[in-house]
C-alpha cells in the first residue's frame, strides 16, 4: 500500500522519527500532513473509569502457582508468598481492579477450600487440569488451595488494586454464595467467619465491593438458557447482606457476540418488574481475538493463528477480529437498552485479548501461555482506546490474563521475569485513569492490502483523549506495518504549553521480551516542543503512541 505523499517522505520518514527516539526533543513538523486528529476539549464524553485497566487472574496452570505466588519460603524475592518483582511492576500502571479465581474455574470452586490454616487445605482437581501434561508442576492440576482469598485480597492491597470475586453459580448452592461475602465483609467479631478470617490475620473486614455471579454461564458456567441463568441470578443476589458495603454483582454476559442471551436475560429479569434491573451493577462482555482463518472456518482450534509466525496479512486479521470490541459495546448497549431504559447497568468487559495456538509459551507445560509480540502492544492499546472512547458504557475491563496466560502483562519462571510490550502499553495509559474523556475524531486514510486474493483495508489511525486538569493525553495506535503517518493535530478550545511523546515500536513486528532479553520492546520518552493549538506528529508505522500535552 502506498500511502498518500508517500513518496516524497520516504527519505524524511528514516530520520524522521528515528531521530525524535534517539537523540533530540521529537520534532512538530510544519508541513501537510497525511491525517488530521481534531481534538475537541468542549465535547466530554465522561470520567474514565480506573477500573477500565483492570486485570483477570484466574487459577489457570501458571496464571497463580509460579506467576503470582511464589511461596514465603521461595529463593524468588517475595512479600508473605507473593511475587515482589510483579507487585513493584504492578504499582507502576495503577492496577485498579482485580478479578479472581476465574474465568471457568469459578464454577468448580469452593472458597472455603481456601481458607483456614493453611496445612489443613484441602488439594483439589484443578478444574483446567486436562491441558497440563508434564512438565507443568503438579501444582497446576492439583490445586493445593495455597492462594486461596486471603492471599488474594493480600495482593490486591499490595499492588494498590481492589479485588474482583467471581462467585461460584454451577457448582455451589447460593448459601455459599452469601457466606463468601460474610466472610469477606463481615466485621471484626461479629461472625463466625469473621472471627475465621482474623484466625488467618485478618481483623478487618476486606470490604469487597465487586462480585460476579457465575461465568459464561451459557457454557462452562451450567448450560443455561439466558431465561434459566437470569432465574438463577435473581435468586443468587436477592437479600445478599453488604455488610455496610455497597455490593456490585455482575452478570455473566453472552457467548460471544449472541445478542440473543443479552436480550433474553434482561427480558426475563424485567419480567419480575422493572426494578429487579436495580439489582446489577454490570453486564459481562467476553471478547476474544481467536478466529485468524480469514473466514474459512468457525472451528477454535483450527481457526487460531500462531502468536509468533505470522505475516502482515496475519497482523491485520488479529486487529479487524480485535476491533469488533467496539460494535459489540455499541450493539449489546443498545440491546440492554431496551429494558434498562436509563442505563443504569453497565458493560463490564472482564476478558479480553487476542488468543493464539498453543506453542509460543515460555515455559513449557503453561497451558494457554502465549508470547505478546508488538502486534499484541498494538491491538492492547487499540483495545484501551475504544474503551476511553465509551466511558459512559463501561464500567469495568479486565485484560485476560495478567501473567504467565494470554495476552499477559507480565511472563515469570521460577527467578525469571519480563514485562511484555502489553504490560508497557498499560504502563503507558495509566495516564488515562479517572480523566474526563473527550471527543478526538481521527480522520486517516485506510490502510489497502491483498487478504487471500481479495481486497481489503483497515483504519489508518486511531486512539483516544483524555484530560485532567490541564493535562491532556492522546493516546493512538498506527496499525500499518510498513509506513509512518504524519498527522496534524488540532487541538479546539486551548493551546498547548510543553509536552512529551512516548512511543512503543520495534523494527521488526515480530518483535517480543522474553526472560533472555527483556528489554526488546520498550518505550522510549522524548520531549515535545509543543506550542500553541496545532500539533504535528509522526506515528512510526506499527506503534503504540501516547502524546501528553500541557496546557496554558
Ligand atoms: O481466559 C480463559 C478462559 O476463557 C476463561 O476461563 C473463560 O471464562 C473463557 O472462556
Same mark, same amino acid.
Given at each position: 500500500?502506498?500511502?498518500?505523499?508517500?513518496?516524497?517522505?520516504?527519505?524524511?520518514?528514516?530520520?524522521?522519527?528515528?531521530?525524535?527516539?534517539?537523540?533530540?526533543?521529537? /520534532?512538530?513538523?510544519?508541513?501537510?500532513?497525511?491525517?488530521?486528529?481534531?481534538?475537541?476539549?468542549?465535547?466530554?464524553?465522561?470520567?474514565?473509569?480506573?477500573?477500565?485497566?483492570?486485570?483477570?487472574?484466574?487459577?489457570?496452570?501458571?496464571?497463580?502457582?509460579?506467576?503470582?505466588?511464589?511461596?514465603?519460603?521461595?529463593?524468588?524475592?517475595?512479600?508473605?508468598?507473593?511475587?515482589?518483582?510483579?507487585?513493584?511492576?504492578?504499582?507502576?500502571?495503577?492496577? /485498579?481492579? +482485580?478479578?479472581?479465581?476465574?474465568?471457568?474455574?469459578?464454577?468448580?470452586?469452593?472458597?472455603?477450600?481456601?481458607?483456614?490454616?493453611?496445612?489443613?487445605?484441602?488439594?483439589?482437581?484443578?478444574?483446567?487440569?486436562? %491441558?497440563?501434561?508434564?512438565?507443568?508442576?503438579?501444582?497446576?492440576?492439583?490445586?493445593?488451595?495455597?492462594?486461596?482469598?486471603?492471599?488474594?485480597?493480600?495482593?490486591?492491597?499490595?499492588?494498590?488494586?481492589?479485588?474482583?470475586?467471581?462467585?461460584?453459580?454451577?457448582?455451589?448452592?447460593?448459601?455459599?454464595?452469601?457466606?463468601?461475602?460474610?466472610?469477606?465483609?463481615?466485621? /471484626?467479631?461479629?461472625?463466625?467467619?469473621?472471627?475465621?478470617?482474623?484466625?488467618?490475620?485478618?481483623?478487618?473486614?476486606?470490604?469487597?465491593?465487586?462480585?460476579?455471579?457465575?461465568?459464561?454461564?451459557?457454557?462452562?458456567?451450567?448450560?443455561?438458557?439466558?431465561?434459566?441463568?437470569? +432465574?438463577?441470578?435473581?435468586?443468587?443476589?436477592?437479600?445478599?447482606?453488604?455488610?455496610?458495603?455497597?455490593?456490585?454483582?455482575?452478570?455473566?454476559?453472552?457467548?460471544?457476540?449472541?445478542?440473543?442471551?443479552?436480550?433474553?436475560?434482561?427480558?426475563?429479569?424485567?419480567?419480575? %418488574?422493572?426494578?429487579?434491573?436495580?439489582?446489577?451493577?454490570?453486564?459481562?462482555?467476553?471478547?476474544?481475538?481467536?478466529?485468524?482463518?480469514?473466514?474459512?472456518?468457525?472451528?477454535?482450534?483450527?481457526?487460531?493463528?500462531?502468536?509468533?509466525?505470522?505475516?502482515?496479512?496475519?497482523?491485520?486479521?488479529?486487529?479487524?477480529?480485535?476491533?469488533?470490541?467496539?460494535?459489540?459495546?455499541?450493539? $449489546?448497549?443498545?440491546?440492554?437498552?431496551?429494558?434498562?431504559?436509563?442505563?443504569?447497568?453497565?458493560?463490564?468487559?472482564?476478558?479480553?485479548?487476542?488468543?493464539?495456538?498453543?506453542?509460543?509459551?515460555?515455559?513449557?507445560?503453561?497451558?494457554?501461555?502465549?508470547?505478546?509480540?508488538?502486534?499484541?502492544?498494538?491491538?492492547?492499546?487499540?483495545?484501551?482506546?475504544?474503551?476511553?472512547?465509551?466511558?459512559?458504557?463501561?464500567?469495568?475491563?479486565?485484560?485476560?490474563?495478567?501473567?504467565?496466560?494470554?495476552?499477559?502483562?507480565?511472563?515469570?519462571?521460577?527467578?525469571?521475569?519480563?514485562?511484555?510490550?502489553?504490560?508497557?502499553?498499560?504502563?503507558?495509559?495509566?495516564?488515562?485513569?479517572?480523566?474526563?474523556?473527550?471527543?478526538?475524531?481521527?480522520?486517516?486514510?485506510?490502510?489497502?492490502?491483498?487478504?487471500?486474493?481479495?481486497?481489503?483495508?483497515?483504519?489508518?489511525?486511531?486512539?483516544?483523549?483524555?484530560?485532567?486538569?490541564?493535562?491532556? +493525553?492522546?493516546?493512538?495506535?498506527?496499525?500499518?506495518?510498513?509506513?509512518?503517518?504524519?498527522?496534524?493535530?488540532?487541538?479546539?478550545?486551548?493551546?498547548?504549553?510543553?509536552?512529551?511523546?512516548?512511543?512503543?515500536?520495534?523494527?521488526?513486528?515480530?518483535? $517480543?521480551?522474553?526472560?533472555?532479553?527483556?528489554? /526488546?520492546?520498550?518505550?522510549?520518552?522524548?520531549?515535545?516542543?509543543?506550542?500553541?493549538?496545532?500539533?504535528?506528529?509522526?506515528?512510526?508505522?506499527?506503534?503504540?503512541?501516547?502524546?501528553?500535552?500541557?496546557?496554558?
Amino acid at each position: 500500500m502506498i500511502r498518500r505523499r508517500e513518496f516524497l517522505r520516504r527519505a524524511a520518514a528514516t530520520a524522521g522519527f528515528a531521530l525524535a527516539c534517539k537523540s533530540s526533543p521529537v /520534532a512538530w513538523a510544519q508541513s501537510d500532513s497525511d491525517a488530521r486528529v481534531d481534538v475537541l476539549l468542549d465535547e466530554p464524553l465522561g470520567t474514565i473509569s480506573p477500573n477500565i485497566y483492570g486485570h483477570f487472574t484466574e487459577n489457570l496452570s501458571g496464571v497463580i502457582y509460579d506467576g503470582i505466588w511464589v511461596g514465603e519460603n521461595s529463593k524468588v524475592p517475595n512479600v508473605n508468598g507473593i511475587r515482589k518483582e510483579l507487585i513493584d511492576q504492578m504499582r507502576k500502571i495503577k492496577p /485498579a481492579i +482485580v478479578r479472581f479465581p476465574g474465568g471457568c474455574f469459578a464454577d468448580s470452586y469452593d472458597w472455603r477450600d481456601g481458607i483456614g490454616p493453611v496445612d489443613k487445605r484441602p488439594r483439589r482437581t484443578n478444574f483446567w487440569s486436562f %491441558g497440563d501434561p508434564p512438565p507443568a508442576p503438579v501444582t497446576h492440576r492439583y490445586d493445593p488451595n495455597r492462594f486461596g482469598t486471603n492471599e488474594f485480597v493480600q495482593f490486591c492491597q499490595l499492588i494498590g488494586g481492589q479485588p474482583y470475586l467471581a462467585a461460584n453459580l454451577r457448582s455451589l448452592p447460593a448459601e455459599q454464595f452469601y457466606r463468601w461475602v460474610e466472610y469477606c465483609n463481615s466485621p /471484626a467479631g461479629t461472625t463466625t467467619l469473621a472471627d475465621e478470617r482474623a484466625a488467618a490475620g485478618f481483623k478487618d473486614p476486606f470490604n469487597v465491593r465487586y462480585w460476579g455471579v457465575g461465568n459464561e454461564s451459557w457454557g462452562c458456567g451450567g448450560n443455561f438458557t439466558a431465561q434459566e441463568y437470569a +432465574v438463577e441470578y435473581r435468586r443468587f443476589t436477592t437479600w445478599v447482606p453488604g455488610y455496610g458495603n455497597e455490593l456490585s454483582f455482575i452478570a455473566s454476559g453472552p457467548d460471544g457476540d449472541s445478542r440473543e442471551w443479552t436480550r433474553g436475560f434482561f427480558e426475563e429479569i424485567a419480567r419480575k %418488574g422493572k426494578e429487579q434491573i436495580r439489582g446489577i451493577y454490570g453486564w459481562a462482555l467476553h471478547h476474544y481475538a481467536w478466529n485468524l482463518s480469514r473466514g474459512k472456518t468457525q472451528d477454535w482450534n483450527a481457526g487460531k493463528g500462531d502468536a509468533l509466525k505470522f505475516d502482515p496479512v496475519d497482523w491485520y486479521e488479529v486487529l479487524r477480529e480485535g476491533d469488533r470490541m467496539e460494535s459489540m459495546i455499541n450493539a $449489546h448497549w443498545q440491546i440492554m437498552g431496551e429494558t434498562d431504559t436509563d442505563h443504569h447497568v453497565k458493560l463490564v468487559v472482564d476478558e479480553w485479548g487476542p488468543w493464539y495456538r498453543p506453542g509460543s509459551e515460555l515455559t513449557p507445560g503453561d497451558q494457554i501461555e502465549q508470547l505478546p509480540t508488538l502486534r499484541d502492544a498494538v491491538f492492547s492499546g487499540m483495545t484501551l482506546d475504544t474503551f476511553n472512547r465509551h466511558p459512559e458504557k463501561i464500567g469495568i475491563a479486565c485484560c485476560a490474563q495478567l501473567i504467565n496466560c494470554l495476552n499477559s502483562l507480565y511472563l515469570a519462571h521460577e527467578d525469571k521475569f519480563c514485562v511484555t510490550p502489553v504490560g508497557h502499553v498499560f504502563q503507558m495509559y495509566a495516564s488515562h485513569q479517572a480523566a474526563q474523556s473527550v471527543r478526538a475524531e481521527f480522520s486517516a486514510p485506510s490502510i489497502h492490502y491483498d487478504r487471500d486474493g481479495k481486497p481489503a483495508s483497515f483504519w489508518g489511525l486511531k486512539g483516544s483523549a483524555s484530560l485532567l486538569e490541564k493535562n491532556l +493525553v492522546l493516546t493512538a495506535v498506527n496499525p500499518d506495518v510498513s509506513h509512518e503517518l504524519e498527522a496534524r493535530i488540532m487541538i479546539r478550545g486551548a493551546q498547548a504549553k510543553s509536552g512529551q511523546a512516548t512511543v512503543l515500536t520495534a523494527s521488526n513486528i515480530h518483535a $517480543h521480551n522474553t526472560f533472555a532479553q527483556r528489554e /526488546a520492546v520498550v518505550p522510549r520518552t522524548e520531549k515535545l516542543e509543543a506550542r500553541g493549538p496545532n500539533l504535528n506528529f509522526r506515528f512510526p508505522a506499527a506503534s503504540v503512541v501516547k502524546l501528553e500535552v500541557q496546557l496554558a
